[in-house]
């Protein structure tokens, strides 16, 4: 293929930035030009990108100087591996109609789960099984391994070693003495529906890659039954087309392991291959991936990513992407934020001789500011909140359009003891799964919302929308334990199992109704989203709120956002700040100005992981407790300068890490807050306030 020219480059930085065809030739003019070398490399490259790079930017671009010289001479296509749909979304808003071509056969656009699902594990059921996949679903599976499970019975009771074998599996002997039997049961249940068998090699593993369970080839006349048991089981539901992502994981490499020729059918058809946010990439997703186009001399393979962000666990491995320097491009250079944050952040890299990260922005110029408290004295940490509040103001930060001010730490759940979470800096926090980003501000844009054409997503939006019905009017599970009675927020499992064991007649007539809708979301336009929205308010509002006396409320939830848009000029401050904060609850509003006249300034609370790929004007990284450690612990060389040595110990690994991502998401202004007792003014005045460290006590 011809290299890539500069013509095509401001072609692609027109559409990419508005016409603007010189914001790549910044690079080419004045710095490295790191980014003009991504774009124009069109050979096997691991690309290590620091935060605020353009990483993703710059791939959209090459995308689409590609999608220009489509169709290629050959026939072959392109193959897109991402983890969220961002780049997709970012591709089809740029390119609106012209992206059709990028998104056409032979081209393949989407996350490696639903590469895996399309490609590998649904063909080979129909091949190997004679089964048609329906649905791959993690909630499914469970459903269906509580019902298997409750129709096992005991060994004294005449049953076979199975159900035995499950109940004392599914609960960590160091816990087994302090776990209530309802809970061993349920533990036994969540361990079925994770088990997968590896019918290559004849065993049953706790997860992908877990500890066995029982091995096929065992001597034991136990484990040979448990395993011929859980095989039939399994085989029972990959016949009606249920399985778990983590089967579907299994099936395919079955299916590579039995057809290994198949490689080829892929390689004929896609000349290049990209993998965005490589880091987040599981072992076994690599395998598979590597097995189909590492070392094929007719793929070229494009690893995206930052090796130092690698934050997500999956089943107790760690992503376990390495690239080598001699075959990687790197770009270093960081239009997030100044040398003020990247002097701070470069040390904590668990890779500290690959590159040195650069700050470019030439706005970031506020120093890091580390707040100290006293947990002795300090009877209530929301005065941290508050002193990150002034500091947005008295450097103005709040002026800045579309600012953006977050306060991070690693764990939000609320433990038993008094050690430090989210929750002891802001009471009112609540963790939300990190697995679906499935927020919207109104009911309509749940419903409005592009997805692929199949009806399970859209039945999933719509279950998103009625839980977040369900929050706005308090409407709660409530679990007796002992005496006390807990309300907690509902889940979709939680929630549908209520309504069935409850009131039953209104599970299956919003079963109905959810597939009802569901295609009048696929099939219909606009107006079909309202009809839907309106009936969805009327089933809501008559058959289950009002289970509990309760009615619905005139929320903003329940407003188009064009009239949200018109009624702000109208609306009060005071007013727009209460509906605001309806809208989000993880949000602490930090009051000021005079008396009569008061203003809100909107600081989100969230995880770490929660905030992984966004963009802050300032950060807040508060520190918190976890694994009999607090964060601080774990750096504190580190906030000295001295550079991370890659030790592979995972837990520590993953400290430096997550520290890592949080520090590396401010604009503007940085801030730690860390208990004196771990680092004393003493200490911070005398190490750290010399390399440019603004000291602040709490008192």
């Not at 005496?483 to 064991?501: A, E, G, V």
């Given at each position: 293929?011809?290299?890539?020219t500069?013509?095509?480059?401001?072609?692609?930085?027109?559409?990419?930035?508005?016409?603007d065809?010189?914001?790549?030739?910044?690079?080419?003019?004045?710095?490295?030009?790191?980014?003009?070398?991504?774009?124009?490399?069109l050979?096997?490259?691991?690309?290590?990108?620091?935060?605020?790079?353009?990483?993703?930017?710059a791939?959209?671009?090459?995308?689409?100087?590609?999608?220009?010289?489509?169709?290629?001479?050959?026939?072959?296509?392109?193959?897109?591996?991402?983890?969220?749909?961002?780049?997709?979304?970012?591709?089809?808003?740029?390119?609106?109609?012209?992206?059709?071509?990028?998104?056409?056969?032979?081209?393949?656009?989407?996350?490696?789960?639903?590469?895996?699902d399309k490609?590998?594990?649904?063909?080979?059921?129909a091949?190997?099984?004679?089964s048609?996949?329906?649905?791959?679903?993690?909630?499914?599976?469970?459903?269906?391994?509580?019902?298997?499970?409750?129709?096992?019975?005991?060994?004294?009771?005449?049953?076979?070693?199975?159900?035995?074998?499950?109940?004392?599996?599914?609960?960590?002997?160091?816990?087994?003495?302090?776990?209530?039997?309802?809970?061993?049961?349920?533990?036994?249940?969540?361990?079925?529906?994770?088990l997968?068998?590896?019918?290559?090699?004849?065993?049953?593993?706790?997860?992908?890659?877990?500890?066995?369970?029982?091995?096929g080839?065992?001597?034991?006349?136990?484990?040979?039954?448990?395993?011929?048991?859980?095989?039939?089981?399994?085989?029972?539901?990959?016949?009606?087309?249920?399985i778990?992502?983590?089967?579907a994981?299994?099936l395919?490499?079955?299916?590579?392991?039995?057809?290994?020729?198949?490689?080829?059918?892929?390689?004929?058809?896609f000349?290049?291959?990209f993998?965005?946010?490589?880091?987040?990439?599981?072992?076994?997703?690599?395998?598979?991936?590597?097995?189909?186009?590492?070392?094929?001399?007719?793929?070229?393979?494009?690893e995206?990513?930052?090796?130092?962000?690698?934050?997500?666990?999956?089943?107790?491995?760690?992503?376990?992407?390495?690239?080598?320097?001699?075959?990687?491009?790197?770009?270093?250079?960081?239009?997030?934020?100044?040398?003020?944050?990247?002097?701070?952040?470069?040390?904590?890299?668990?890779?500290?001789?690959?590159?040195?990260?650069?700050?470019?922005?030439?706005?970031?110029?506020?120093?890091p500011?580390?707040?100290?408290?006293?947990?002795?004295?300090?009877?209530?940490?929301?005065?941290?909140?508050?002193?990150?509040?002034?500091?947005?103001?008295?450097?103005?930060?709040?002026?800045?359009?579309?600012s953006?001010?977050?306060?991070?730490?690693?764990?939000?759940?609320?433990?038993?003891?008094?050690?430090?979470?989210?929750?002891?800096?802001?009471?009112?926090?609540?963790?939300?799964?990190?697995?679906?980003?499935?927020?919207?501000?109104?009911?309509?844009?749940?419903?409005?919302?592009?997805?692929?054409?199949?009806?399970?997503n859209?039945?999933?939006?719509?279950?998103?929308?009625?839980?977040?019905?369900?929050?706005?009017?308090?409407?709660?599970?409530?679990?007796?334990?002992?005496?006390?009675t807990?309300?907690?927020?509902?889940?979709?499992?939680?929630?549908?199992?209520?309504?069935?064991?409850?009131?039953?007649?209104?599970?299956?007539?919003?079963?109905?109704?959810?597939?009802?809708?569901?295609?009048?979301?696929?099939?219909g336009?606009?107006?079909?989203n309202?009809?839907?929205?309106?009936?969805?308010k009327?089933?809501?509002?008559?058959?289950?709120?009002?289970?509990?006396?309760?009615?619905?409320?005139?929320?903003?939830?329940?407003?188009?956002?064009?009239?949200?848009?018109?009624?702000?000029?109208?609306?009060?401050?005071?007013?727009?700040?209460?509906k605001?904060?309806?809208?989000?609850?993880?949000?602490?509003?930090?009051?000021?100005?005079?008396?009569?006249?008061?203003?809100?300034?909107?600081?989100?609370?969230?995880t770490?992981?929660?905030e992984?790929?966004?963009?802050?004007?300032?950060?807040?990284?508060?520190?918190?407790?976890?694994?009999?450690?607090?964060?601080?612990?774990?750096?504190?060389?580190?906030?000295?300068?001295?550079?991370?040595?890659?030790?592979?110990?995972?837990?520590q690994?993953?400290?430096?890490?997550?520290?890592?991502?949080?520090m590396?998401?401010a604009?503007?202004l940085?801030?730690?807050?860390?208990?004196?007792?771990?680092?004393?003014?003493?200490?911070?005045?005398?190490?750290?306030?010399?390399?440019?460290?603004?000291?602040?006590?709490?008192?």
């Amino acid at each position: 293929m011809e290299p890539i020219t500069n013509e095509e480059i401001e072609y692609a930085s027109k559409i990419l930035f508005e016409n603007d065809s010189t914001k790549f030739y910044d690079d080419i003019q004045t710095k490295t030009g790191e980014r003009i070398d991504v774009i124009k490399c069109l050979e096997n490259k691991s690309i290590v990108a620091c935060p605020g790079s353009g990483k993703t930017t710059a791939l959209i671009a090459k995308l689409i100087i590609l999608s220009k010289r489509m169709p290629f001479e050959d026939g072959r296509g392109i193959c897109v591996l991402t983890h969220t749909n961002v780049a997709i979304d970012l591709i089809k808003e740029k390119l609106g109609i012209g992206a059709s071509r990028l998104f056409s056969y032979p081209n393949f656009f989407g996350t490696i789960q639903s590469f895996i699902d399309k490609f590998l594990a649904a063909p080979y059921c129909a091949c190997k099984y004679q089964s048609r996949v329906r649905h791959i679903d993690n909630d499914r599976v469970n459903s269906d391994a509580k019902i298997f499970y409750h129709h096992l019975r005991f060994k004294k009771h005449g049953g076979n070693p199975l159900k035995n074998s499950l109940y004392r599996s599914g609960t960590r002997s160091n816990d087994w003495d302090k776990t209530r039997t309802d809970e061993k049961h349920e533990n036994a249940i969540k361990y079925l529906s994770r088990l997968v068998v590896d019918y290559n090699l004849q065993k049953i593993t706790d997860g992908l890659g877990g500890r066995t369970f029982r091995n096929g080839k065992s001597k034991s006349e136990t484990a040979l039954q448990d395993y011929e048991d859980i095989c039939k089981y399994k085989l029972k539901l990959i016949s009606k087309g249920i399985i778990s992502y983590q089967d579907a994981y299994s099936l395919a490499n079955s299916y590579l392991n039995n057809y290994p020729q198949i490689a080829n059918v892929f390689q004929e058809r896609f000349r290049f291959v990209f993998i965005d946010e490589m880091q987040d990439t599981a072992i076994h997703q690599s395998q598979i991936t590597n097995q189909l186009f590492k070392g094929s001399d007719k793929t070229v393979v494009q690893e995206y990513g930052d090796p130092n962000q690698a934050i997500y666990d999956y089943e107790g491995q760690s992503g376990e992407w390495k690239p080598k320097k001699e075959d990687s491009l790197f770009i270093t250079e960081s239009k997030r934020f100044g040398e003020n944050i990247a002097i701070v952040i470069n040390p904590l890299r668990i890779q500290p001789e690959n590159y040195l990260i650069k700050g470019i922005n030439g706005n970031s110029l506020l120093p890091p500011h580390l707040i100290l408290f006293d947990e002795a004295k300090t009877k209530d940490y929301i005065q941290v909140l508050n002193k990150f509040g002034e500091l947005i103001l008295v450097n103005n930060l709040h002026k800045i359009k579309n600012s953006k001010f977050v306060a991070i730490g690693r764990v939000g759940k609320k433990r038993e003891d008094e050690e430090l979470t989210l929750k002891s800096f802001w009471k009112k926090f609540e963790k939300h799964s990190s697995k679906s980003k499935t927020y919207f501000p109104t009911l309509i844009e749940y419903l409005r919302k592009e997805l692929p054409s199949n009806k399970s997503n859209y039945t999933e939006n719509i279950v998103n929308a009625i839980l977040h019905i369900l929050d706005l009017h308090d409407f709660r599970n409530e679990i007796t334990k002992g005496k006390k009675t807990i309300k907690r927020r509902f889940s979709k499992t939680t929630f549908f199992n209520y309504l069935k064991k409850e009131h039953e007649k209104i599970y299956y007539n919003l079963k109905d109704k959810m597939s009802d809708w569901s295609l009048q979301l696929k099939h219909g336009n606009e107006l079909f989203n309202i009809d839907v929205e309106k009936d969805l308010k009327k089933f809501v509002a008559k058959k289950i709120l009002s289970l509990k006396g309760i009615e619905l409320s005139d929320s903003i939830f329940f407003n188009h956002p064009e009239k949200i848009n018109e009624s702000d000029d109208e609306m009060g401050k005071s007013e727009r700040t209460e509906k605001l904060h309806n809208l989000n609850e993880n949000t602490y509003f930090f009051q000021y100005g005079k008396e009569g006249t008061k203003e809100n300034l909107p600081i989100k609370i969230n995880t770490i992981h929660g905030e992984k790929g966004e963009t802050h004007t300032a950060t807040l990284y508060l520190e918190t407790y976890y694994n009999k450690k607090y964060d601080s612990q774990g750096i504190k060389e580190q906030l000295l300068g001295v550079p991370y040595q890659f030790n592979h110990k995972p837990e520590q690994d993953m400290a430096e890490k997550l520290a890592y991502v949080a520090m590396s998401r401010a604009q503007n202004l940085l801030c730690l807050a860390i208990s004196s007792n771990r680092i004393s003014e003493k200490y911070a005045r005398e190490k750290l306030k010399p390399l440019g460290w603004e000291i602040i006590t709490l008192t």
